[in-house]
């Protein structure tokens, strides 16, 4: 339940954090703070409304438009109790009972800290830390993790290239799905850490996923090696080596660059998030199996054979 200001007489918290300010920033942590929060409000029957930083959610209400004479109670939620913005909502709601919690207190005589009537410290200088808000936070719905492996390069297909369009589009799209996103890298890098080092290394994060996003060959062929469905987007006009090797490995789940749109990506996404498991795990046997052949086979005769003349 969401109450808005001016809905009627009684007690009414506003709650704040780091998630409300401008330039703050929302991490998962304080998201899920703010919920354990707002769920013992709610059960309390406690009225509250909640402002967010109009950089991360623009549409809802913002700390300039929140009217201090309508609350009784400003509670800041997580984070540390630090600096000239939690001194500030001091000043502007100095009528309100002022309650922190959930927070790390820094310098217990700071002004920022001595500023509210209570403080509920998850850890403080001399003083026994609890656990932070999110553990108890309301479960959340296990949603698709989604690898995506895109290529910005190719410059050998000349005017056929779409990469950039089809970067642009598979990711605005992306963006609207309510799932897990991980960017990935085929490409291997012993000294950058973020990079897998060994194919076992990304093997095995492919294995983890549910679903692979890519205009990539080897985002494709891998995927289907750890027996992850994947969404392939040939990025060339007119087909290309994705195609060619989505023909080869028997697999369906392919939308051409000249056809990208919402739909022909999420008919495909709904398949790959359903039946794609099962469907790659058995393309992940017949490569197993040998089932068709690679073309190593041949090298042994190729090199075996007359050499230049």
Partial sequence: MRVRPGSGPGPRALLTGWFSFVDGEATAGDVLALRRAEEV?????????????PGFRPGALHLEQARPEEYTHLVFVCGPVHGPQVEELH?????CVRIAVGTSVIDPGAASVTGFHRVLARDAPDARPVRDLSARAPALPALPVAGVVLTHGQHEYGRRRRHGQVADRVTGWLAGQDCARLELETRLDARDWRLCATPAQLES???????????????????????????????????????????????????????????????????????????????RAEFAAGAAPDGAEALVEALAGPGPL
């Fill in 91 to 95: 000043r502007r709601f100095a009528h």
């Fill in 41 to 53: 409000l709610e059960r309390s029957g406690l009225a509250h409304d909640v402002v967010w930083s």
């Fill in 205 to 283: 994060v492919l294995a983890r996923l549910d679903v692979v996003v890519t205009d990539r060959l080897h985002g494709l062929v891998l995927a289907l090696r750890a027996g992850t469905p994947a969404l392939a987007v040939d990025p060339v006009e007119g087909g290309a080596k994705v195609t060619a090797q989505a023909r080869a490995c028997g697999w369906p789940a392919l939308v051409a660059a000249e056809r990208l749109g919402p739909d022909a990506l999420g008919e495909w996404w709904d398949r790959c998030l359903t039946t794609g498991r099962t469907a790659a795990r058995r393309v």
